[in-house]
């Protein structure tokens, strides 16, 4: 039997790591020594009071039951305390927080409450795939903002055509930047909610990476600059901050009417996480700090290892101040990213994700995740120079 897909699923753009991925599997069943620096996945396991904290909440069977749509209110309550020491914005919780199950979940969702058929998003390019899959499975358009090197991979707000704007709903913002590893200062969300405002856009920042810095550097929230408040909305997640990638659980905040339309969606799909996820939840915010301080110390240890690596081998790669990625442009002659991942994963068994798989503007590019531990990470360099 055949069966047609909806227009929205042969909208979705084509999932561009599809031979890299295929030639990965190729490699590790051939039983070859990869070294995997393409997913954005810590590689150490989730804290051990967290863990604990999950064992102790399943032992209380008022967890076992359907969550609460919004979150529970301990949960809740802990976020607006984090948010208020952690960024100096007070943020009500009742009605300006509310539970995600990761940050994908709501970040895949919020179109649904905003975007018309023919709408448009604007997206920075590269970026984080949901904010395009979102908006298309919405039956919204998207319009692809530019993120390059000579604007420090902000996107020029000034290009975008006033015809545009007049479609526009949502505009994504996500600094530290996934891919480009890049950040922004106070004056760009200060531009952002002005702009914001004279168009009538929704600013939705994903702030993923707000914990993952370096040098001593503390990423900023958009909600903190005069009138974000108004206009937009912050997604956060506690997979980067503290390892919990699999737990899938994270929160959005700000504007109060963005919150509770975001919250009428997923209460028509889903019910809620699951609330012992969410009372570990609590232990996350409660032990962040200390954990993240060792956790950056790690990652800026390997960052140091790889970028001094690349660059003691000729390529042309900055240091970035937050996330856990490098993103560098190609050593040259090599200019199509693809082409430059297959050849380093065929030829020195290094997986690196090619910078054309999170939008056009990020050909020229690789993303190299800082996953693995500093030996493998000098073994990788030795391995690159050698065929290169
Ligand atoms: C990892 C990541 C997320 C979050 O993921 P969840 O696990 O769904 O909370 C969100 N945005 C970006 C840019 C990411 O890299």
Redesign the pocket.
Known sequence: MQFELSERLTKLPPYLFVEIDKAKRKALREGKDIIDLGI??PDEGSPKEVIESLYKALQDSKNHHYPLDQGISSFRKRIAEWYSSRFGVALDPEKEILV????????GHMPLAFVNPGDVSLVPDP??P?YKGGTILAGGRIHAMPLLEGNNFLPDLKKIKESTLKKARILYI?YP???TSAVCEKGFFEDVALFAKKYGLIVAH?A??SEVAFDGYKPDSFLKVNGAMDVGVE??????TCN??GW???FVCGNEKIISAIGKVKSNIDSGAFNAIQMAGITALDIAERHLKRMNAVYQERRDALVDGLNSIGWKTKKPKA?FYAWTSLPRPYKSSIKFAGKVLNEAGIVITPGVGFGESGEGYVRMALTVSVERIKEAVDRLKKII
């Open positions: 954005g996945d995600l199950i990761g940050s994908k979940e709501g970040i970026c984080y949901p996500n930047n996934n891919p994903d993923a990476y997604f956060h997640s506690l997979s980067k919990m990638t899938r659980i994270g996330t």
